[in-house]
């Protein structure tokens, strides 16, 4: 990209992966301090779920890596998630977004990309 071109995707824009990675941290600070949320996470190995997490919403907001993890249906199987804890999540996703400095247009695009898996996360 020249300095002359506009960042063309969304994963461009707010800084490539060290600003995905920033905001996962950031994002998990807050998911795994928040007490409805905390017990989903109990077993699982955080470190490699924010790897994941980081490749999974790098590659929607237009990351050439890929991401090899399990689909959001399989990753989430039997986890009796709710529709009202799915929103908290897309909550603390955008604080951590802004809290990171990504502006609220941009936000929207992300919430935009991501919002669709509803469907396939919330299963109770």
Do not use: C, N
């Not at 300095?3 to 998990?28: C, H, K, M, N, S």
């Not at 009202?84 to 955008?94: E, N, S």
């Amino acid at each position: 990209m020249s300095e002359l071109q506009a960042p063309d995707t969304i994963f461009e824009r707010i800084g490539g992966d060290a600003a995905v990675e920033a905001v996962v941290e950031i994002f998990y600070g807050k998911v795994l301090g928040d007490p409805e949320l905390k017990d989903y996470f109990a077993d699982t190995d955080i470190d490699r779920l924010k790897k994941h997490q980081a490749r999974f919403v790098g590659m929607a907001l237009g990351s050439t890596r890929p991401y090899s993890g399990r689909s959001m249906g399989k990753a989430h199987e039997g986890l009796a998630i709710t529709s009202d804890h799915f929103d908290l999540v897309v909550g603390h996703l955008a604080a951590s977004l802004t809290e990171a400095g990504v502006d609220d247009e941009t936000i929207g695009a992300i919430a935009g990309k991501l919002l669709p898996l509803k469907g396939d996360i919330v299963t109770a």
